[in-house]
């Protein structure tokens, strides 16, 4: 019989990269994925039981804060691990002078795997700057990607006020010639339309904010405008990044009635978007579920779909090898309700709350303690391992 350090037994694995969809035990050693099967024949040094919950690959958030002075930014793990997330992306926080201070002071320290959108604005997202031309020098952006690709995606360019491209644009740029990708917040201006944001963008470039009431995703009819269809259909991806002012119902709703979901699920986290609309992974992916998204698509587009759009393919997924991040998720049901940007609520019948998390083999959040021994026959104990 085979051996494993951690076993998560009897739960129900959704893993869309390998078409898994039913109840499986997950095997882990050496903080890799040792065997996803029914009813493995292992012996483990740990195993939890995880019956009537849903087994997935750690969840991947590809738009919060987690450094920048200004706009309420949240140390990583406290926000990440305990719902489920064990990847996040940084989506602008550091800009090209202050990269390395990020990378030593979050990056690194971080339980979380952390990635980094590096801001166009050299100053990163701290105000002022950020509506400062002068700041927004591509190559230097360029330059900051590619010095750190182990932690640096792409570029990033937000909250920008000003008549002119220098900040979209810029990001675009950069991302050009550091070949990876930008990721844009936008305010469409009379000068720079967001029809032409879309055409600026490459495939693989993302508008995120896509539910946001600022952004003319829909025309006055609430259809779809067909420069976004094109958008879409040329590669060009659509993030949630839901924010503390960017996801409304109103527009949510027609929009995936009409079939147009976002590409990837994420929260925008920072220190007001945990509030009144808290929006954490778990509670964003139930705003879907609440609005007919199903179960296995809300999973998908919060792993796989966002470790593909992110250019790292080895995340995301449960295939024996891949680094062992795991979200054990309980999908509640019961009459609940949810809270947009715009603090309108929906009524839900489902919210999913994360019940364990691991991170590399190692279990970092057990809300219910289901990985620890009972305390009445753990003798005299100490810290148990
Ligand atoms: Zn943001």
Redesign the pocket.
């Given at each position: 019989m085979a051996a494993c350090d951690l076993l998560l037994r009897g739960g129900h694995v959704i893993d869309p990269k390998n078409d898994l969809d039913g109840i499986a035990d997950v095997a882990i050693s050496d903080g890799t994925i040792q065997a996803v099967g029914v009813d493995l024949d292992v012996e483990a040094k740990r195993s939890v039981d995880v019956a009537g919950l849903y087994v997935t690959p750690g969840l991947i958030d590809i738009?919060v804060?987690v450094y920048g002075g200004y706009n309420g930014w949240l140390f990583p793990d406290q926000h990440s691990l305990p719902n489920g997330v064990t990847t996040v992306v940084d989506?602008g926080g550091p800009g090209w002078k202050d990269i390395d201070d990020c990378i030593e002071t979050i990056v690194k320290p971080a339980s979380t795997r952390v990635y980094i959108l590096v801001n166009i604005v050299g100053a990163g997202m701290i105000g002022k700057p950020e509506q400062d031309v002068t700041e927004m020098i591509a190559e230097k952006c360029a330059e900051a990607v590619q010095r750190y690709p182990e932690h640096c995606i792409g570029t990033k360019a937000?909250h920008f006020g000003g008549p002119g491209w220098e900040s979209a644009g810029g990001a675009i740029e950069a991302a050009r010639m550091s070949d990876s990708i930008a990721m844009i917040?936008f305010a469409p201006k009379p000068t720079r339309s967001y029809e032409e944001l879309l055409e600026r963008m490459a495939p693989g470039d993302m508008h995120t904010h896509l539910y946001a009431s600022h952004i003319p995703l829909l025309d006055e009819d609430k259809k779809i405008n067909d420069y976004v269809w094109k958008a879409r259909e040329r590669g060009v991806l659509f993030d949630t990044?839901h924010?503390g002012g960017s996801f409304w119902f109103r527009i949510a709703v027609p929009a995936m009635e009409q079939g147009f979901p976002p590409d990837t699920i994420s929260t925008?986290l920072h220190k007001s978007s945990r509030m009144m609309a808290n929006a954490t992974m778990p509670a964003t992916m139930s705003k879907f579920l609440a609005m007919g998204m199903s179960l296995q698509e809300v999973i998908f587009r919060s792993t796989q779909r966002s470790a593909e759009v992110i250019r790292h393919p080895e995340l995301g997924h449960l295939t024996p090898g891949a680094e062992a991040d795991v979200a054990v998720l309980d999908v509640r049901e019961g009459d609940f309700g949810f809270v947009d940007s715009g603090r309108a609520r929906m009524a839900g019948r489902q919210r999913i709350e994360c019940e364990l998390t691991v991170r590399a083999g190692r279990v970092v959040w057990d809300l219910n303690g289901r990985s620890r021994p009972d305390w009445s026959g753990a003798g005299d104990y100490k810290s148990l391992e």
């Open positions: 738009h804060h989506t937000a917040d990044g924010g925008d």
